[in-house]
């Protein structure tokens, strides 16, 4: 199985992902520093929003075999800067989370276009709460 590293902005969902795909139950928490398990390293969503934790994201990505890059239905705000892709060395997908939350389809769309313009080569849709969409995610840490 691929080891991800999930990078987000506080609240977009990344722990409450870790926990679904470790089939844990899902408690909010607040990642106060990096999580390592098996398969997933859990950032803090301040590593994204403060550019001076750039250098903590490059050199945990070291231990990743992939980066997922998370965006919220429900944040309005541009988290990634264009081409943030390119501060890793491994290959880049990204998750838009909450999709039970998005009105309508312009907010999936929304965040589809800013992990396009991250850099993002392959967009997954989930919901964790609902178990939506995180077996095609899943299946695609499974292959080789």
Avoid: C, W
């Avoid at 409450?16 to 950032?43: H, P, S, V």
């Avoid at 969503?45 to 550019?51: A, T, V, W």
């Avoid at 838009?96 to 276009?113: L, P, W």
Wanted: negative net charge; aromatic residues 10%; proline residues 2%.
């Amino acid at each position: 199985m691929k080891k991800i590293m999930f990078v987000g902005s506080v609240g977009v969902g990344k722990t409450t992902l870790t926990q679904r795909l470790k089939g844990l139950e899902l408690n909010y928490y607040k990642t106060q520093a990096i999580q390592f398990y098996d398969a997933i390293i859990d950032t803090p969503g301040e590593f994204l929003q403060h550019r001076k934790y750039y250098n903590a994201l490059t050199v945990t990505a070291a231990e990743a075999d992939v980066i997922g890059l998370l965006v919220s239905v429900v944040d309005t705000m541009q988290t990634f800067p264009q081409g943030f892709s390119s501060l890793f060395t491994k290959p880049v997908v990204g998750v838009i989370t909450k999709i039970d939350m998005a009105e309508d389809d312009s907010k999936i769309d929304r965040a589809r276009q800013q992990l396009k313009q991250a850099g993002a080569l392959q967009i997954f849709e989930i919901s964790a709460v609902e178990n939506k969409g995180i077996a095609a995610l899943e299946e695609y840490l499974r292959e080789e």
